[in-house]
C-alpha cells in the first residue's frame, strides 16, 4: 500500500509544472540592446529559446551601456535581492578593454560578482571579450585569459567570447563598429546557448524536451 501511495505521489509531482526561475543578464550596452529595438536584443531572444525550449526560466535583462566591471560590481548585489536568480550571466568587460583599465582590476571585479552571485545561491555564466590587436599583444591576451581564470577559479560556466563567429565581420556590426546588428543578436544566442545548456537543469515541458532532443 505504502509503494502504491509512493507511486502516485511520484506521478501527481512529475505532473505539476516546474516553478519559474529567473535567469538575470548583468552587462553593457552589448547586451542592453544598443542601437536596437528593444525586443531585438540577444535577452530578449535568450528568454524566447528558453520558452521553446521548455525551461521554466524568465530572462530579467540588467544591463545597462557604458558599464565597466567596477559599475557592475557597485550595483550586483542589489540585483540579486531584487531579483533572486537561479542563474546569473555576467557579460562585462567590454568597456573597461576599450578604456584600458587594468586587467588585474577588471579580473578582481569579475571575481567579486561572480562569487557574490553564487553566495546568493546562482550558478554563473561569465561572458567572455576580446580585443582589437591594435590595444597590443601584452593586454589584449592578459585580458582575454581574465575571464577563463576567473571561471576556472570560481567553478563557474564560460563562454570565452561573446561575439564568436562574427567579430571580424563588419556587416554584423552598426556603423559605429562596436555594437552588433539586430541580425547578429541569433547569434549570440547561439554562443550563450552551449554554455548555459547544462546550467538550466529540467524542462518545464517534456515535450517540448523531446522536440530539442
Given at each position: ?54 525551461y ?31 542563474i ?54 592578459k ?71
Amino acid at each position: 500500500m505504502k509503494k502504491v501511495l509512493f507511486s502516485m505521489l511520484c506521478m501527481v509531482f512529475a505532473a505539476l509544472p516546474l516553478q519559474a526561475q529567473t535567469l538575470l543578464v548583468v552587462g553593457d550596452s552589448l547586451s542592453a540592446g544598443y542601437g536596437l529595438r528593444q525586443h531585438e536584443a540577444w535577452p530578449v531572444l535568450l528568454g524566447q529559446k528558453l520558452a521553446q525550449a521548455g525551461y521554466a526560466h524568465s530572462v530579467v535583462n540588467a544591463s545597462t551601456s557604458g558599464d565597466t566591471t567596477a559599475n557592475g560590481l557597485s550595483r550586483i548585489d542589489a540585483a540579486l535581492a531584487a531579483h533572486k536568480p537561479a542563474i546569473v550571466i555576467l557579460a562585462l568587460g567590454a568597456n573597461d578593454g576599450l578604456r584600458g583599465l587594468p586587467v588585474k582590476s577588471m579580473r578582481d571585479n569579475i571575481e567579486s560578482m561572480t562569487r557574490r552571485a553564487q553566495a546568493a545561491g546562482a550558478r554563473v555564466l561569465i561572458a567572455g571579450m576580446q580585443l582589437p590587436p591594435n590595444y597590443g599583444p601584452d593586454y589584449t591576451q592578459k585580458f582575454a585569459a581574465a575571464f577563463s581564470e576567473v571561471a576556472t577559479s570560481t567553478r563557474s560556466a564560460l563562454l570565452p567570447f561573446l561575439l564568436d563567429g562574427f567579430a571580424t565581420d563588419p556587416r554584423s556590426f552598426l556603423p559605429d563598429g562596436i555594437h552588433p546588428v539586430a541580425g547578429a543578436q541569433s547569434r549570440i544566442v547561439d554562443n550563450i546557448w552551449t554554455p548555459l545548456k547544462p546550467l538550466l537543469g529540467k524542462v518545464a515541458d517534456s515535450a517540448s524536451a523531446a522536440r530539442q532532443r
